[in-house]
């Protein structure tokens, strides 16, 4: 028996048709649209409470990541202008410490020269201070002038107001000072005002207090007092005489009372001494 196949049609819309319909449903919406809110009314909902907070919510992270973005670019520009200024301030320090090392050295050149002027029948030569012992004061110290430049062993240094000390050891370009402050320093001085004698004695110890001690003076001298001026004497025998060492700041008669003793003041600051001035003139003991 023989089976029919019935081979279904397709059901197709032209296209025509299909624009046609789409257009009208466009036309209609546009019309609906036009003339009531049926459409608008649930987009204008949705758009308040969906859209608009997510807009306002994009605007205010952006204008928080652009403020950030701007503090960040100041901050950036502060820094870069804090260093320029560190650096301005860190060279204006070096050139005021430099300025400030060249007046002192000036104030201690000028001194210097008052002294060889005052000293102008010595002749003299100038040195710097390049080391010392160690501890607070020039006691014992180093300068760059020598045997090279006609220095000698017992030759008088002075420096500032007076008396520093004498060259103990010498070599081609450099000497070893021993000052007057030093415990084995011992000079022989003079009142100047009365001419009586006394011994000086270094003493570092007695030097924390800004003074160094003096003896042997004559029980008989009662016109020394405090603040007369201490010179070297004409008796020492590597000192040069009117050297000033210092002034008196304390006197006392000892237990024998026969002799005082007493503390001065010396006239060299032996806590700040850069440059000296080393008279080549020797002490003449014949």
């Known amino acids: 028996m023989a089976r029919l196949h019935l081979k279904r049609k397709k059901f197709e819309i032209p296209d025509r048709y299909v624009l046609l319909i789409l257009s009208g449903v466009c036309v209609l919406l546009m019309l609906i649209t036009y003339f009531t809110n049926v459409i608008s009314r649930p987009l204008s909902t949705f758009a308040s409470y969906v859209v608009v907070p997510f807009e306002n919510g994009l605007n205010k992270v952006g204008s928080a990541f652009e403020t950030r973005i701007s503090e960040l670019q100041s901050l950036k520009d502060v820094v870069s202008q804090n260093e320029a200024l560190q650096e301005q301030v860190d060279q204006l320090k070096i050139e005021n410490n430099q300025l400030a090392e060249d007046r002192y050295e000036l104030s201690e050149l000028r001194s210097l020269y008052g002294l060889s002027d005052q000293f102008s029948e010595y002749e003299t030569v100038g040195a710097r201070v390049i080391g010392k ?7 014992v110290f180093l300068i760059d002038k020598g045997t090279d430049d006609g220095l000698a062993v017992d030759m008088n240094v002075i420096s500032g107001s007076g008396l520093v000390g004498i060259i103990t050891e010498v070599g081609p370009n450099w000497a070893t000072v021993r000052s007057c402050i030093d415990d084995a320093s011992n000079v022989s ?14 003493s570092l110890k007695l030097m924390e207090s800004g003074e160094i001690s003096f003896s042997q003076l004559s029980d008989e001298s009662d016109k020394v007092g405090v603040g007369d001026e201490i010179v070297t ?15 008196i700041s304390s006197i006392d008669t000892d237990a024998n009372n026969l002799t005082k003793s007493g503390t001065l003041t010396p006239a060299v600051d032996f806590r700040h001494i ?13």
């Open 133 to 139: 012992d160690p501890g607070n004061w020039f006691s």
């Open 189 to 202: 001085g003079m009142v100047l005002s009365s001419s009586d004698t006394l011994m000086v004695n270094g």
């Open 233 to 247: 004497s004409n008796i020492s025998n590597k000192y040069l005489p009117g050297l000033t060492i210092g002034y």
């Open 274 to 286: 850069n440059i000296v001035l080393v008279i080549k003139n020797l002490k003449q003991t014949k």
